[in-house]
């Protein structure tokens, strides 16, 4: 069938995907039983979502025979950026056969939304949601936060000889990728250890307090994996409560850290955690930016209690430095300097190999040392400095992916912006919202409100708003690259 291996395993891509339609299949069972316990109607739209899923999922893992199993570097971006794409199109399928009631473009917009752990959302009101869809939600921000191909990885592990380091070179974010275990597959398992650990240790610390067990199960997806989808409109506002806000701070900071490092101190290596720069720099900004609120909200005498300048603040700095997107209130009223400041929080984002959105600390890290030798060399143009972070120098060919990087997520921005002023939306609100999107927090501005809903933005301007987020979740270059003719060349 093929004539040599310079082509693209089109048949091997077919069959993974199949499996993985299967295991998507597997998780849409939570969604469906907790309908079945609620005695909702929309079990129905999960049983024969599921039906179509799996039944799609097994006619390509198991009725697809490719001549060859191997897998390169093409096939592994090509796989990883199908997958979303994929899981998306099958996900969204509750949303428009269940009482939501969906037209396929704001389906797609919720779906991709949803695994990207972005948390925008095209619905108005989400309080008379079922359970089910309510679950389905936020799980599927607990899938996408670690990954759908890491979660395959590690449950796949014949993956490991077949583009495993390709398809987790794609997905996982960040510059340089920690392998913790020599095999991928172990480093994949164990990356989702410390995940799920996480995530039920908050799911019993929410439901200790004032939230039901549902709410808690809820709010641990989506707190763990940074996506911001909530129960309730008013979001973690919902609760008013210190002991809540306290813990989702907690945790969303947790979400933010390079879980490669979460690994490393689960298994005792806690000094390993101060010796990074990028987690020393994470939390020095947010001890400067919880300094700067704190003189706004006095300065708009928006001082209403203690917590008023304490946890609310630290709870808007950490939602948006790790693009999780829960809101307190409404922060704009602490006034345009802090409005500011959230937009360069997002722009940041945490550390890489984290669950968060955004350009990365450890990208804007390497920046600054990287502009601090040019301002050196532009005095001593024959000295040789290198970009050194965590005691280990940078190769110059990395240097220049994170300023290639830097320039062409602006320009996405920019022309994301750009494509929204087209359909009608104001000028602001369009690069706001291109901005959210990308960095995968899900704020909106404007014409969206803060944290409101996406829903009066034309079926146009979701579907460039989920290329964006797509693009943002798998940093830029993985689906950049499906768009180059050299790609497709043999």
């Not at 399928?93 to 389906?107: E, H, L, N």
């Amino acid at each position: 069938m093929y004539k040599n291996n310079t082509q693209i395993n089109f048949w091997a891509l077919a069959r993974v995907i199949g499996l993985l339609l299967i295991i998507e299949a597997i998780f849409m069972l939570v969604p469906m039983i907790t309908s079945l316990i609620y005695g909702e109607n929309d079990v129905k739209a999960f049983i024969l979502t599921i039906g179509v899923t799996a039944l799609s999922g097994s006619l390509l893992a198991f009725a697809i025979k490719p001549s060859r199993t191997d897998m390169g570097k093409r096939e592994g971006f090509l796989l990883t950026a199908l997958t979303w794409i994929v899981f998306s199109i099958f996900g969204m399928i509750p949303f428009m056969i269940g009482d939501t009631k969906m037209s396929v473009s704001d389906a797609f917009f919720e779906t991709m939304s949803g695994f990207t752990t972005t948390g925008a959302t095209v619905l108005t009101s989400i309080d008379h949601l079922s359970n089910g869809i309510l679950i389905w939600r936020c799980l599927m921000q607990w899938i996408g936060g670690m990954g759908i191909i890491l979660f395959t990885l590690a449950v796949i592990p014949m993956l490991n000889h077949s583009g495993g380091m390709q398809m987790f070179n794609a997905e996982v974010t960040g510059i340089t990728r920690d392998k913790l275990r020599p095999r991928i597959s172990q480093t994949a398992m164990g990356l989702w250890f410390v995940y799920i650990v996480l995530t039920i240790v908050l799911c019993v610390l929410l439901w200790l307090g004032p939230m039901s067990f549902f709410d808690s199960i809820c709010h641990a997806f989506s707190t763990m994996s940074t996506g911001g989808f909530s129960t309730k409109n008013e979001s973690i506002g919902a609760w008013d409560s210190v002991y809540v806000k306290s813990i989702v701070t907690l945790f969303m900071f947790l979400g933010g850290v390079n879980f490669a490092l979460l690994f490393k101190a689960a298994s005792g290596q806690v000094g390993e955690l101060w010796k990074s720069e990028v987690l020393r720099a994470y939390v020095y900004i947010i001890v400067v930016m919880m300094g700067l609120f704190i003189i706004a909200i006095v300065a708009n005498n928006q001082v209403q209690s203690w917590e008023s300048v304490t946890i609310d603040p630290l709870f808007q700095i950490v939602s948006a430095l790790t693009s999780t997107g829960l809101t307190v209130g409404n922060f704009e009223n602490w006034g345009p300097f802090v409005v500011a400041l959230m937009f360069l929080l997002m722009f940041f984002g945490a550390s890489a190999g984290s669950t968060s959105g955004g350009a990365k600390i450890d990208r804007m890290l390497f920046l600054v040392k990287n502009i601090r030798n040019e301002i050196y060399r532009s005095l001593h143009p024959n000295a040789i400095c290198s970009v050194r972070v965590n005691g280990k120098v940078l190769a110059h060919d990395v240097v220049n992916k994170v300023i290639a990087f830097l320039c062409i997520y602006v320009i996405l921005i920019a022309v994301g912006g750009i494509v929204l002023t087209a359909t009608g939306i104001p000028l602001v609100d369009a690069f706001f919202s291109a901005f959210s999107c990308i960095g995968n927090t899900g704020l909106g501005a404007g014409v969206t409100g803060y944290g409101g809903s996406y829903d009066i933005i034309s079926d146009i301007g979701k579907w460039v708003l989920s290329l964006l987020m797509l693009m943002g979740r798998l940093e830029l270059f993985t689906v950049i690259l499906l768009f180059t003719r050299t790609f497709w060349r043999k």
